[in-house]
């Protein structure tokens, strides 16, 4: 089945330390946005890539980085974790930019950080 | 105020009983509203979406959606436990090229059997 894969499903790490945190898809979609959630709080947009094009959102911290070397990849850098950087993090895609607002979730990756 | 508020619950029913979901907004450019089902551990889904005010219906859910309140409704008939899940709202103002959708913190669910 065509779907959104995260990896890893889990991550642990210590303050300070980077991680980064992928996502592959294949719906072939052009577009690809990352997500971070926090406990019982909204989905909160820090990026989104249309095609190669990279768009971040204002409030997004400079901690946090991507890269899409390919259609299929993406990849969430996160330069040096502080205790509130501790989320899930959940890749989504969709087919275009706009339109009705049809994203696909992967299943998320759950940052801990100690 | 936030553009998009959701009673977050938890909200507890014993399964077979009618379910409301709500969200209210400010923004009157908001055009597309859709309802995300989040099972605990897992990302999002879509659930249904709606671009008019009216009903959507699907199945055991109806999707309602209200202009002139700024209300919409997400409705479940007859749950089941297996609906248990936290429900989001979203909504996405009309520019053809707009990507971000605004997001509710959602409502927990639980049905009992």
Excluded at chain 1, 36 to 52: I, N, R, V, W
Excluded at chain 1, 77 to 86: E, F, N, Q, T
């Amino acid at each position: 089945d065509a779907m959104v894969i995260q990896n890893p499903r889990y991550q642990v790490t210590q303050f300070g330390k980077p991680v980064t945190l992928s996502c592959s898809q294949t719906l072939n979609h052009n577009v690809m946005y990352w997500y971070q959630q926090k406990s019982s709080q909204a989905p909160k947009l820090l990026f989104h890539y249309y095609d190669k094009d990279f768009n971040n959102e204002a409030d997004t911290p400079d901690n946090f980085q991507s890269r899409r070397p390919n259609t299929s990849f993406c990849f969430l850098d996160i330069r040096s974790p502080g205790l509130g950087d501790a989320a899930m993090y959940l890749c989504a895609t969709s087919r275009v930019r706009g339109g009705a607002g049809e994203l696909f979730f992967g299943e998320g990756s759950r940052l801990t950080v100690l | 105020q936030k553009e998009v508020e959701q009673d977050p619950g938890p909200l507890s029913v014993p399964e077979g009983a009618i379910v409301s979901l709500n969200c209210t907004y400010s923004n009157s450019a908001f055009q597309y509203f859709m309802w995300y089902r989040q099972y605990s551990r897992k990302g999002p889904e879509l659930l249904m979406y709606t671009y008019s005010s009216g009903n959507k219906e699907d199945g055991r859910f109806t999707a309602q959606v209200d202009k002139s309140s700024k209300y919409i409704s997400l409705f479940i008939r007859d749950s089941q436990p297996s609906d248990s899940a936290t429900y989001l709202c979203a909504m996405k103002d009309g520019g053809g090229s707009n990507y971000k959708l605004t997001f509710g913190k959602g409502t927990l669910l639980t049905v009992n059997p």
